[in-house]
């Protein structure tokens, strides 16, 4: 998994960084974590559950996390405002 240099992190997500991250690294469960990654044409961006990373198909070394919420609507309010930003308002 490849973190991008400028991670965006929702709100509820900013709060619980460091557990969000240490769990990652470990490959633990999380259910409320969502990471949003860079996605093949013409799609912009995927939002992929975090429990869903150990049964993930291509192998977790192929993906750029962009982005990183916990829920699913604060996920989605992360996801807007990446796209508000990269295409203006």
């Given at each position: 998994?490849?973190?991008?240099?400028?991670?965006?992190?929702?709100?509820?997500?900013?709060?619980?960084?460091?557990?969000?991250?240490?769990?990652?690294r470990e490959g633990r469960f999380q259910i409320a974590a969502h990471l949003i990654t860079e996605a093949k044409a013409p799609n912009l961006y995927e939002i992929y559950s975090a429990a869903s990373l150990p049964d993930f198909p291509m192998g977790t070394d192929e993906l750029r996390v962009l982005g990183i919420g916990y829920?699913?609507?604060?996920?989605?309010?992360?996801?807007?405002?990446?796209?508000?930003?990269?295409?203006?308002?």
């Open positions: 998994m490849i973190f991008a240099d400028n991670l965006y992190w929702s709100e509820h997500a900013a709060e619980r960084r460091d557990y969000i991250l240490a769990n990652l829920g699913y609507r604060d996920t989605l309010r992360l996801l807007c405002h990446m796209i508000e930003e990269r295409y203006g308002k």
